[in-house]
């Protein structure tokens, strides 16, 4: 949020396309702050949600080509030199056998961080899955931030419904934009409040083209079913959670798995 003060945009008019600000606590009161009366009620948000499990892999194949092209300590985006994920990396270890690892060590840790603020409250009020324990625990101090929190979608979205109006706010699935590009700009031309349907759908790709599939020593194509279901289990009831906010919303379909 920094980066975009309100002195670089005289115009008041603009457009942004990021995860970062969707997942951020306070981003969505910033923003309301900045805006007037008449922009608050004029702004509009698209948010594509994608499967958890397959974000987060996603964003693992990227950190590693980063991290095989530019391999400096800014780009170490494992844990740092001495975690697990970075060890199994520089001794050979499979691509799978590394992603294991790496989600294992990130579930332990949020695991941690959730155990000890429940034990800080009564028992009745302890919960698994709470905006305020996402809070708590996605960047919690002095450390890094959780990467695997970032799939807890409900928290995420709460955070925005608090700070604007639910109808400003467009929710979907990658699945379903990838299946029905057609529908989606209908309904996204709907929702802008605009006039004449975009031609971009007849340009929207049928798959995620940066993937580099079928190649075990620069990306994991289908991670192993042992590690899908570590992430299952923490992922499952922030999308139940998720569903019931958004009972509109397609239910994310099981990853493949090995």
């Not at 101090?141 to 709460?158: E, H, M, S, T, V």
Request: net charge positive; aromatic share 12%; glycine share 4%.
């Amino acid at each position: 949020m920094a980066m975009y003060p309100s002195g670089l945009c005289p115009t008041r008019c603009f457009m942004e396309a990021t995860p970062e600000n969707f997942r951020n606590a306070y981003a969505p009161s910033t923003l309301r702050s900045w805006a007037t009366l008449r922009e608050a009620s004029l702004a509009r948000f698209l948010v594509i949600l994608r499967e958890p499990a397959a974000r987060d892999l996603s964003w693992f194949n990227h950190a590693v080509r980063l991290r095989r092209t530019a391999d400096t300590p800014k780009n170490r985006w494992l844990g740092g030199r001495t975690s697990d994920a970075n060890l199994s990396m520089e001794s050979g270890d499979s691509l799978h056998a590394t992603y294991d690892k790496f989600v294992r060590w990130r579930v332990a840790d949020w695991t941690q961080c959730v155990d000890e603020r429940n034990g800080k409250i009564e028992p009745s009020r302890r919960r698994q899955v709470s905006y305020q324990l996402y809070i708590q625990c996605y960047r919690p101090p002095p450390y890094y931030d959780n990467l695997i929190a970032r799939g807890f979608y409900a928290a995420q979205l709460q955070g925005w419904v608090q700070a604007w109006r639910r109808d400003q706010i467009l929710v979907t699935t990658f699945d379903d934009v990838v299946a029905n590009p057609h529908g989606f700009f209908t309904a996204l031309v709907k929702f802008l409040g605009l006039i004449r349907p975009s031609r971009a759908q007849d340009r929207l790709p049928a798959k995620n083209s940066g993937v580099l599939l079928n190649d075990p020593k620069r990306s994991v194509d289908t991670m192993w079913c042992s590690t899908l279901r570590v992430m299952e289990r923490l992922n499952d009831p922030w999308n139940q959670a998720l569903y019931r906010m958004e009972p509109q919303l397609r239910q994310f379909e099981r990853l493949p798995c090995v």
